[in-house]
């Protein structure tokens, strides 16, 4: 299994929060005070991000959730706890759930989908990979990046780039083409009987809102925030409503009133 990069603060319950595509583990950074007052926060960084060694160049989605799920349950030694993903940790995160619903008293989708990848996406993911091998990583970040906010004068925005220009060429190729292949996992909202967390921005065009609403329909307990001033990056944009509403999902979960 790959070494697995994190950081752990806070006490109690645990919230495990993976990031999304061409971040780290500090994307969570301004989110990591509030939560860990009162819970445990485990951010990781996923394989072949930030400090995490990298998988093979043909990995899948699910190869990926094994990998996590053996730092949750071996290396951490985690019998419960929620997890959270942004984005492409959100598809990480349904992949875990599948294999091992035992171990999450709750999930969370953040700007994130159970749907499989539509045709014309398979095919900009695919123009995505050779642009990257034309042009390298920077051009392709500098690009992709900035749309993911709301608001294009936000000044998280240059962070994130930073972020993002660490990212490995033979990552970004490999995590575009494991994400243009992942399967539907529907299935896993419509089976998985304890509490899923939605949150959607009213902004994004990546995972729109009346996508999320769909699916959560189909879950059980769902329960779903929007955030009216977000695209797909509310951690960033709306730092403070986003640990309002996990807050407000984990504590249930974990017997506080």
Known sequence: MAAIHYTEKGNGFT??????FCENLHIWDSLIPQLSKEFRVITIDLPGFGKSKGLPASHS???VADVVLDFISNDRKLEACMVLGHSLGGYVMLAMAEKRPDIFSGIGLLHSTANADLPERRVARNR???FVKENGVAAFVQSFIPPLFADQ???AIAGTVEFALGTPLSTLISYTAAMRDRPDRNHVLKSYTKPVLFVAGK???LI?????ETQARQAVKAQIVVLEKSAHMAMLEQTNDTATAI?????????HP
């Open 15 to 20: 919230i495990v929060l993976l990031h999304g």
């Open 203 to 205: 902004y994004d065009s």
């Open 128 to 130: 995505v990979i050779d």
């Open 61 to 63: 989605i699910d190869d």
């Open 208 to 212: 729109p809102v009346e996508s999320i």
């Open 153 to 155: 004068a936000n000044p």
């Open 247 to 255: 807050l407000s999902f984990v504590r249930p979960l974990a017997g």
